[in-house]
């Protein structure tokens, strides 16, 4: 089982960048394909972005596409979310996951870490 440790979140003006960091313990790190997914005060949590195990394969919601980058290091057991250009609408809790199986499917993330909060202002 893996456990995982969300950083990075803050307060944003809009147009600015923030890097997310998630943290993982344990031996099996690249095991796993990892995602980041956010919820939004009275919103249900929605995918943002999904890396496979190796990172070869990225996939990313349509909200995130040209604006976000996912990337992993193995040796470190992190994942990251780089998120450039943003916009008020991206403010939420950020949680990466882990998959035991697909990226692609969010009923396969079966581990996850505390959450940040971004917050983007006008």
């Known amino acids: 089982q893996v456990q995982l440790v969300d950083s990075g979140g803050g307060l944003v003006q809009a147009g600015g960048s923030l890097r997310l960091s998630c943290a993982a313990s344990?031996?099996?790190?690249?095991?796993?394909?990892m995602g980041w997914f956010r919820q939004a005060p009275g919103k249900e949590r929605e995918f943002v972005a999904g890396?496979?195990?190796?990172?070869?394969?990225?996939y990313y919601a349509d909200s995130a596409k040209g604006r976000f980058t996912i990337s992993r290091d193995n040796a470190k057991s992190t994942v990251y979310l780089q998120m450039n250009s943003l916009k008020p609408g991206d403010t939420a809790v950020y949680y990466c996951?882990?998959?035991?199986?697909?990226?692609?499917?969010?009923?396969?993330?079966?581990?996850w870490g505390q959450g940040t909060q971004v917050t983007v202002s006008s």
């Open positions: 890396i496979g195990r190796l990172g070869s394969i990225t």
């Open positions: 344990g031996p099996t790190f690249s095991s796993y394909a």
């Open positions: 996951a882990a998959s035991i199986s697909s990226i692609f499917d969010p009923s396969d993330y079966k581990f």
